[in-house]
């Protein structure tokens, strides 16, 4: 009823529609299989009220490690194998911080690399390697998601996002009344956590070049506008300590412009 309401009798043209939003959060006795339940009742009668939408899923917290040692706890696994078929985009939550380190947190962009290739293995494992996988909820947690610490991770797992060849990587929110927000919801005066997503999104292009050779405690990630043909360079300093290094490109003539932001 409600993807009739908003697409026939309103004409919104909605494309993309979730099942479910983080149920293996909550001690409520479900499980996967209970979740997949939902799913194969859900979708169908979505797609008879319109065939042209996308249907995302499973939108889960944290429940979706596929190895050791958190394997027992993975509900993604379960999921793509008994109700795969009715889902168009895999969607997972990221959130990193609570009761953790500075350097810790600087260091899980890596972490959340080998999250996203065991997601598109399990994926690739039953059937849905051409289907892509989205991060749909991400931010630094309540301990560092206001911060400068916080603005790093947000660029960092762009890049791995990026690099990863992710559909989305969304963060959450623009704006509440608590510590996601990278809005300030009193003052509407923009926390760090902005300009590092903002930063990257106004300048990453849609062409991901490889860089082979990164020092020790430097992140750096690289695309090409192929449109304007320019390139840009994120560096991430980890190391607590200024860094001084030299990019090097292969392929380019002249002398072109460069500019740092």
């Known amino acids: 009823n409600m993807v009739r309401q908003i697409n026939q009798d309103n004409g919104y043209g909605v494309k ?4 479910g939003n983080e149920a293996d959060l909550y001690d409520d ?16 009668a979505m797609r008879r009220a ?4 996308n249907i995302l899923g499973p939108d889960l917290a944290w429940k979706y ?6 394997a ?14 009715h889902i168009d985009i895999f969607t997972v939550h990221r959130y990193r911080g609570r009761d953790m380190g500075k350097q810790d947190m600087l260091n899980s962009a890596e ?25 749909t909820e991400a931010n630094a947690d309540t301990d560092w998601g206001q911060t400068f610490i916080g603005a790093l991770w947000i660029a960092d797992h762009l890049g791995v996002a990026a690099e990863e060849g992710l559909w989305s990587f969304m963060v959450w929110s623009i704006i509440e009344g608590n510590e996601l927000g990278i809005i300030n919801d009193t003052n509407l005066q923009p926390h760090p956590t902005y300009y590092g997503f903002k930063m990257v999104a106004e300048h990453f292009g849609d062409e991901v070049l490889d860089i082979p050779n990164k020092p020790f405690g430097l992140a750096a990630y690289a695309s090409r506008n192929s449109e304007t043909g320019q ?31």
Do not use: Q
């Open 16 to 19: 993309y529609f979730s099942i």
């Open 29 to 44: 006795g479900s499980n996967a299989l209970h979740n997949c339940e939902s799913i194969k009742a859900f979708a169908p």
């Open 50 to 53: 319109d065939s042209s939408i």
């Open 65 to 70: 490690k596929t190895y050791e040692p958190f």
């Open 72 to 85: 027992e706890n993975d509900w993604f696994t379960p999921i793509v194998e008994n109700c795969g078929e």
């Open 111 to 135: 972490e959340g690399r080998r999250v996203i290739r065991a997601l598109k293995d399990t994926m690739a494992r039953f059937g849905h390697s051409n289907k892509p996988l989205a991060i």
């Open 231 to 261: 390139i840009t360079v994120v560096l991430i300093n980890k190391n607590g300590v200024p860094m001084y290094v030299a990019l090097g490109f292969e392929e380019l003539s002249g002398s072109p412009a460069s500019k740092a932001w």
